[in-house]
Every structure is written in C-alpha cells, then in structure tokens.
T-cell receptor, first 112, second 112 residues
Framework: NAGVMQNPRHLVRRRGQEARLRCSPMKGHSHVYWYRQLPEEGLKFMVYLQKENIIDESGMPKERFSAEFPKEGPSILRIQQVVRGDSAAYFC??????????FGEGSRLTVL | KNEVEQSPQNLTAQEGEFITINCSYSVGISALHWLQQHPGGGIVSLFMLSSGKKKHGRLIATINIQEKHSSLHITASHPRDSAVYICAVRVPSGGGADGLTFGKGTHLIIQP
C-alpha cells in the first residue's frame, strides 16, 4: 500500500508561469488536504477536498490558486502567474475519515 | 483564535539523552498530532492522541487536556532522531475544515 505520492518533488518556475502540483492519496482515502510551508514558517492549511468536491478552501489565496480532486486521477493544486512569494513547500495529506493524516513528501516550488 | 506554542524552538543534545519537547495550546481541542519532518524531507505522523499517553518504540507522547499541554519524549536519543518535531491540534472549528492548527516546530539535533 503505497503512501501519499506527490510530484514533482521539486519544481522551478519563472515569475508569471503556472505551477501544477499533483497528489495521489493513499489507497482507500477520499479526503485530501493541501498545506503550505513557507521558509522559516509553520505549516498552514490551504484546502480540503473530497472526491470531486471542495469542502473548505478558506486557507487558499483568493486569486491565482485553485485545487481539484477529480473522480479519476490525482488531486491537483494549480498556481497561475506565480510570484516569488509562492516559493514554498506544498504538502498533501490524505485520510480515510477526519482522523489520522498521512502526509506526502512534499513538492518544493521555487519561483525565480 | 487558537495558538499553538512549542518549546524549545531549538534543542541540541548528546546521543543517549532523554529528550522532551513541549506543546501548549489555548483552546479546547478534539485531538493532537505530533509530526516529524526531516530536513528537505516529508512529514511523518508520529502520534494522534486525545487523552492519556501513547508509546511507539522510543517515542512517548502524553497529553493533559485540562492543562492544554502535551509532551513528546524520546528515550535513548540517536542522531537519526534529528529532525523538526511539529505539534498540531485539531479544533472543532477553525483552521480549515480539518481544524488543524500547527506549531512552528522544534528543531532537534542529536550529536553522536
């Protein structure tokens, strides 16, 4: 049973480009959470999704950021027109119910 | 607003020492997580607890709900325990639908 898989592990983008981060939850998990960890700061909640539904996106910036979790395939966090301040580690976690979380290895975005 | 405070922020110890990391929070919670993050690595969930004490190998986690305080102990510490340890609390509301609010982490270094 593979763990939570995130890719890419590292992503470099220039300002104005788009970044797409993927997360495949653990088998049998239908709850997916995205967190952002800025340099020298703690983890911050961004969005919580269940299959095909966004449950809570209160932690997501209102512009340029979007997330989806389609019926088939991984969850995707999309950042349009990236800026330097988007440089961070983005972690995905999954759970079967609102219980124990299992985290991925993270995707580290660097915006030049 | 729920605040999660960890202490110490940084801790350096010698191999074999008994380690204690503390976490205090300000509002009532339903559960508390201890997470481990290695440099440049992913996040591993160590414990989820809502009362009492849990033990896994050389790691012990305790929580005192009345005092709003939890401790993570490492017995017979080893250099491979060097990591950032993060406390996260689940509140019934707030912090996103998953209700998690994170501490900033404790940077632990175990020297051989």
């Amino acid at each position: 049973n593979a763990g939570v898989m995130q890719n890419p592990r590292h992503l470099v983008r220039r300002r104005g480009q788009e970044a797409r981060l993927r997360c495949s939850p653990m088998k049998g998990h239908s709850h997916v959470y995205w967190y952002r960890q800025l340099p020298e700061e703690g983890l911050k909640f961004m969005v919580y999704l269940q299959k095909e539904n966004i449950i809570d996106e209160s932690g997501m910036p209102k512009e340029r950021f979007s997330a989806e979790f389609p019926k088939e395939g991984p969850s995707i966090l999309r950042i349009q027109q990236v800026v330097r301040g988007d440089s961070a580690a983005y972690f995905c976690a999954s759970s079967r119910t609102a219980g124990e979380l299992f985290f991925g290895e993270g995707s580290r975005l660097t915006v030049l | 607003k729920n605040e999660v405070e960890q202490s110490p922020q940084n801790l350096t110890a010698q191999e074999g020492e008994f380690i204690t990391i503390n976490c205090s929070y300000s509002v009532g919670i339903s559960a508390l997580h201890w997470l481990q993050q290695h440099p440049g690595g992913g996040i591993v969930s160590l414990f989820m607890l809502s009362s009492g004490k849990k033990k896994h190998g050389r790691l012990i986690a305790t929580i005192n709900i009345q005092e709003k305080h939890s401790s993570l102990h490492i017995t017979a510490s080893h250099p491979r325990d060097s990591a950032v340890y993060i406390c996260a609390v689940r509140v019934p509301s707030g912090g996103g639908a998953d209700g998690l609010t994170f501490g900033k982490g404790t940077h632990l270094i175990i020297q051989p």
